[in-house]
């Protein structure tokens, strides 16, 4: 059996490097040598053991590599082909998928919530030194020569997710927009507020290096928590409210004030990761009569929105380069795992190389 | 002076018919003469005190009539003209109109939260005599003569509202659509929901002669949530979750359900009145990452709206009769109300003549 | 070799019944034994050249059948399965299906314009005993016991089709929506509009039949184009213009008075097959300066979108069934070439049984 | 009688300043005295003859200036209010306007085709010491202290227009775009693309000096049509096809190129004013079965409109002062249109100044 190292999950607070078996490519499938991937705050809930996978399973969805073999029926690619894959991997073929709903892919049937999250969750992951890729042919997206591992790596989930929240929204030419939360997540939902035309976008967080660096991404004005009672300067600054909030952390608190944030007919874009009950205060809602909408999204992927991303970093539209702060090598990833866990020397996203 | 009689409020539980100073048209104001109206839920919160206004306000919003005076520069219309005028009454022309939020008018400058509600809210109502009605020239419907004032006096608000329903979410073809509550609002609902193409409508309600009324209005199956476990029904007759489930009560327990009910990449489409805190369970909310979308719509209004609803029921797609179920003199309406309010005799509606 | 019947085109006006062979199921594929196919006008196209395709084709794409094989990689379907293919059999795994243009299917690339259309035009067709399904995880629709070949097989091509010209305009409750020819597409898109929430539907035509069936499929008014000036009395009854025309015959003159018939800001849904030069009548467009929209449309296609049609007609919403006039064995098949080229007898639809 | 001077229109080639009336505000109107205003190529066609308007007539819709008078019903202004108007003057009350085709207003009744242009078209224009404001609660958009006159005054129509081309496709983030002409109007379309996140936007041109404007506008890459065969340049660099294509002249040659341009499922925002026959090639356009979309846009207005796009101004997202070429005083505006019609001197636009 040939091997491979791979970063496993065998309970909480217990993973690391394993030798384990390297897969092998089925019907519709590929598998690709990694070059690069890293590390999410979804992972850290993984090795905390506050989002349930089963022990034994490679973790990690964020893949950069090269293919190194392909399953029957995938066409148009060749070993060797430099690809990005998504951290959500539609199948394309079930009626999510044919409904234009590719994050909540049902795998060739009908529906299945969050069904486009399979790497490191439901299927084995990329922090290892293969990755098997379901449903390749929506999957790999060739990089171009002139792009580096690193300008795409962070493409397959956050700067996907980031941006999705002001799609989703979406943010219009001329709108105010505030960005709950700038870490990783939300300093890419501000650079696509930005990106899309909004006039004003205001980066919330409490954390001086991230504020800082929501106005490197983009944001014209950065408020602290810790010094500013938000909402209310929010509606001074907007002259009654944001046209959209994004809300890109998951707690009671972000939610809560970026609903109380916009006006009347606003958009709450929620891209957070919530636990617990989550209470939409009436009056905030205006007792639902105020024409507000609360949409959230799930980092869309495939390989066309990778196509479309890597397209976006090599016409220098958006550089994801700022927030890969520190690399490491796939065998000290335990150290990289407590630094990102840590926050420690003002990291954002750590790169891994196998 | 001239007088009229009008329902007035006065006080929680106290108000009644008064005679009181006929209204005048100031510039860009019409003043009808109310030939028909109606009482609606949130004229119950009204007298009951569960929604403040002034005391001495005369209520209602819903109003049929005939015009009698026409401020400086209204034009197009004439005394004597018949129309119908929405509960919403937009200026147009402040930045919330011009946004296309009309609901949320800002009277001329930027948006104030259910700034379009003005009648028996923020101005005199349509329990009365007459009626002034500001920006008469967005607000003024002309009835055709084949249309009578009751095929039309419940497109001001609960047909308006309750089709909206479907209209936000949006209802498309095929679409399996659930509707929570079957009040007046709701069976409006249901039938919007049918009327854009809608393959299955499930209504719910807990009320016999409500059940049997949604079969009336469109719906395909009725729910009775006394005997039924809801959620489970709805997700067993649409293989998974249903793609709208539109929310007609303002209560945790049928928000919850509508959210609990839909698919994932569903939308909630709330018309719902909340009061008090409203809770979003993360599990039916798939923790944020379902691609789920809540929005929320007060009712539409303008004249173009009123037009729109008027030319279906001309054309016989959306017959609201059936849901006047009494006829009372304005002199009577303390007995209406009493009616209404405790939900006597199988009543919907009830049309209110001056 | 295993041998099946099967309609081939050899040359302009030559084609008929042939013994051919059996396809089988490569990977992703399936073979269906058909059931019930029928005749498209643009079958008629091929045979007359008009339309090309290569010499040994085998015509047809409007498939029901049975499942009997499945290639490797197809889960979810067994062998014996009653199954609706639609005309378009999208790969969903391309850029143009990831980015929600199932019909311009590029298989697993890029785009193709019109790439979604395979059967009887660039690989082999359904009026055969078998037919072998591309991508048919994405393809086969499952049919439910209680709905018969009959009222499913038009679903394939024309009922999606009709109905996608009222959803792309897309047709808002309480519009005016033109149609413009009779034919099985438009009187589809008759009853799409009407589905959609139209509050008034025109249907126009020339032949009494058709303009007859119209008002059998949801029309409020029909016009005959060899005895009323349309334009004008679409715009008399529509008070100005129409919010929506759609064009379902592919002609200058059809076109061009869709466009005559909109008003400012509204919308030409065409449908039809364009040949020649189409002129845009710069006074009709306002001068470029009327906010009108123009959209074209292939059939929709795809396992979910036949699901979807199927609950429509499964609940009553749409019934096909009197579109289907008359009916051949497959082995009679030039003699309903015959009848349905030269609008025999009333002809709509013919239904075909190898 | 109180007089000023403005720029009237006589005849074909007669035109220049007069002593006329000075306006005065009726009700709901304004009067403002213009402090800048600037000659749009519309405004050309008219002095040539080539468009349509009465002797007599006050030429120019581009007006920023000061309020100087208030008719009855008009709120929330004062007199000495600086305020930019946009070109199109919607009333926000009729058919038109309250479904949201402001551009199409009917000014109170239904709709008009291009009825929101008002001045120097119907009403007299802003080429003048002062202009009567139409519908004032909805047009008069006050302008910041720290946003000069000269910054504003293109948003009331090239800016408007040309950012409208990108929003009305709409224009998606990773989007590939095509500007047809780099005319005044073509420079903000490629400002609008780049402001919307394409992440490819190419201009096309004649013309150098506009090539070289092109790509300070935002343009990543210029193709010159004299030395390019345009069409197989774009589908080279995009891989196939254009999303999107923005026509800003408003030829045969443009509007065809734009459509072989974009790929199937693409869109054709067009912006020109177009005369003669407009054909549309049923290559181009796939015989009608590519899934294409042709949108038209006529500069949206309003005050809402115009403060937003003051907005983007303000936090430098949009600069529109380097398309202001050439400055002049209202008495030189013969010698202004001279240079301007004749594209002396590199001109783009110029400021006029009462």
Redesign the interface.
């Known amino acids: 059996m040939v091997t491979m190292r791979a970063n496993v999950f065998r309970d909480k607070g217990r993973f690391g490097i394993e030798e384990v078996p390297r897969p092998m490519a089925g019907?519709?499938e590929a598998v690709i040598r990694i070059t690069l991937t890293t590390i999410c705050g979804t992972d850290l809930h993984i090795v905390r053991g506050e989002y349930p996978v089963k022990s034994g399973l490679v973790i990690g969805h964020e893949p950069v590599g090269v293919i190194a073999e392909l399953g029957?029926?995938v066409?148009?690619f060749a070993v060797g082909d430099r690809v990005l894959v998504g951290a959500i991997t539609?199948?394309?073929?079930c009626?999510?998928?044919?409904?234009?709903?590719?994050?909540?892919c049902g795998h060739?049937?009908?529906?299945?919530?969050?069904?486009g999250?399979r790497f490191g969750n439901t299927i084995d992951g990329a922090q290892a030194e293969y990755l098997r890729v379901p449903?390749a042919?929506?999957n790999l997206a060739r990089i171009p020569d002139d792009v580096s591992d690193e300008q795409v790596v962070l493409l397959a989930d956050i700067a996907s997710t980031g941006?999705s929240g002001?799609?989703s929204a979406p943010v219009?030419?001329?709108?105010?927009v505030v960005v709950f939360a700038q870490g990783p997540i939300g300093l890419c939902a501000t650079a696509?507020a930005r990106?899309?035309?909004a006039?004003?976008v205001i980066g919330v967080d409490g954390d001086d290096a991230r504020l800082a660096a929501a106005q490197r991404m983009g944001a014209?004005v950065v408020l602290d928590h810790r010094a500013t009672d938000v909402v209310a300067e929010v509606k001074r600054c907007t002259?009654?409210?944001a046209d959209v909030a994004i809300e890109a952390l998951?707690t009671q608190q972000t939610f809560e004030s970026a609903l109380r944030c916009v006006?009347?007919?606003g958009t709450v874009s929620?891209?957070?990761?919530?636990?617990?009950?989550?209470?939409?205060?009436?009056d905030a809602?205006?007792?639902?009569?105020?024409?507000?909408?609360?949409?959230?999204?799930?980092c869309p992927g495939?390989?066309?929105?990778m196509?479309?991303?890597i397209?976006?970093v090599?016409?220098g539209?958006f550089d994801p380069l700022p927030l890969l702060t520190h690399r490491f090598a796939l065998a000290d990833i335990g150290e990289a795992y407590a630094l990102f866990g840590e926050r420690r020397d003002g990291v954002l996203k750590v790169a891994v190389t196998p």
């Open positions: 019907v519709g029957a029926g066409e148009g539609p199948c394309g073929q009626a999510a998928c044919l409904s234009g709903h590719w994050a909540q060739g049937g009908g529906y299945e919530a969050v069904g999250w449903h042919q929506a941006i002001a799609e219009r030419i001329g709108d105010a696509g990106l899309m035309g006039a004003l014209d002259g009654g409210g998951g006006r009347a007919g929620s891209l957070g990761v919530y636990s617990g009950k989550l209470a939409l205060p009436y809602f205006a007792a639902g009569l105020g024409d507000h909408r609360i949409v959230t999204t799930l495939g390989k066309e929105r196509r479309r991303l397209a976006l090599r016409s539209r």
